[in-house]
């Protein structure tokens, strides 16, 4: 299959998982994150400037993410703490698995020790879940949307899981929506004029990622020969069919080869698709669902640390 616009993950990360580095915008999202965390928890707590060693356990099978975000926390915020990590990021783990060994003053593991569960279970619940989802289809790539609870951590999560990542932010790509072309539609103007006109006059030359929704085939047949005939476009567009269904989005695929335009175009499913629909829209033709069921209402992988009774480290 081929790679679709939808996978930015290389705004996240340089180079390969294992043994690459975040991106300057990633570095920034983790800071605002860890600081909010840290910034709620408030320090406090109990305990000794006394030496001591702690591991992590996982107490059911999963993936593991959010090593990069761990690193960072104890980089900034607990240096005097020493981390040894047993697993890779994005590595299946299996219950009774420790996976960190910590040493440092008590007080500091104490007082780090909800945030670290936090950030790895949240984390490794969603690329858990994204690689369940996975299984169930080989023909359609699955990404997320832009509805998430730790935004761009919510995105690695997905991408460790082996989804794409979709936009960003609202800056990472144009993308034009029903209601968007509601708030440029003209007197006495059809919904076809409007997207034809608007389409036609979108800057886009610097574009490498542009989405349009359309609810029906008239739609999704104007705004591809639009992108075809007076953009001109070697990219292809991608056509949100947003809540239409497996059945309808077969027919907007099929009509658009009768009409040669499937060239041109990438077509998106989404609205109301859950893990176990993903079957029917295996037959759908259509290149990509995003869900925001890959990182919402998520349950967090189940993780403990548990406190070493020998000091003696």
């Given at each position: 299959m081929e790679r679709l616009p939808h996978d930015r993950s290389s705004l996240l990360w340089n180079?390969?998982?294992?043994?690459?580095?975040?991106?300057?915008?990633?570095?920034?999202?983790?800071?605002?994150?860890?600081?909010?965390?840290?910034?709620?928890?408030?320090?406090?707590?109990?305990?000794t400037k006394e030496i001591i060693k702690a591991n992590i356990i996982v107490k059911e099978d999963g993936i593991i993410c959010g090593k990069p975000i761990i690193n960072r926390l104890i980089q900034r915020h607990f240096s005097k703490c020493a981390i040894s990590w047993n697993i890779d990021e994005g590595e299946d783990v299996k219950s009774g698995q420790i996976i960190i060994n910590i040493t440092g003053e008590s007080i500091e593991i104490l007082r780090i020790e909800r945030i670290m569960l936090n950030i790895l279970g949240n984390l490794s619940g969603i690329a858990?879940?994204?690689?369940?989802?996975?299984?169930?289809?080989?023909?359609?790539?699955?990404?997320?949307?832009?509805?998430?609870?730790?935004?761009?951590?919510d995105k690695w999560a997905i991408h460790v899981g082996g989804g794409l990542t979709h936009r960003l932010n609202r800056n990472d790509a144009l993308m034009m929506k029903e209601?968007?072309?509601?708030?440029?539609?003209?007197?006495?103007e059809s919904n076809s004029e409007t997207i034809k006109r608007v389409m036609s006059n979108i800057s886009i030359t610097q574009e490498e990622f542009v989405i349009v929704e359309v609810?029906?085939?008239?739609?999704?047949?104007?705004?591809?020969?639009?992108?075809?005939?007076?953009?001109?476009?070697?990219?292809?567009?991608v056509l949100l069919l947003d809540n239409v269904g497996p059945k309808i989005a077969k027919n907007i695929s099929l009509s658009l080869s009768s009409k040669n335009l499937r060239d041109y175009c990438i077509l998106e499913g989404s609205g109301n698709i859950d893990m176990n629909s993903l079957e029917e829209w295996s037959e759908s033709e259509i290149e990509l669902i995003s869900s925001s069921g890959l990182n919402r209402g998520v349950r967090p992988l189940d993780l403990s640390m548990i406190f070493e009774e020998d000091t003696n480290v």
């Open positions: 180079g390969h998982i294992l043994d690459g580095s975040p991106t300057s915008l990633f570095v920034e999202s983790m800071d605002g994150w860890i600081d909010a965390m840290l910034f709620d928890e408030q320090g406090g707590g109990s305990g858990t879940n994204t690689n369940n989802w996975t299984k169930k289809t080989s023909n359609i790539k699955l990404a997320a949307t832009r509805k998430t609870d730790w935004g761009l951590l209601n968007d072309f509601i708030s440029l539609k003209l007197n006495n609810q029906n085939l008239i739609d999704a047949i104007i705004v591809v020969d639009v992108w075809k005939n007076i953009l001109n476009k070697s990219n292809k567009i």
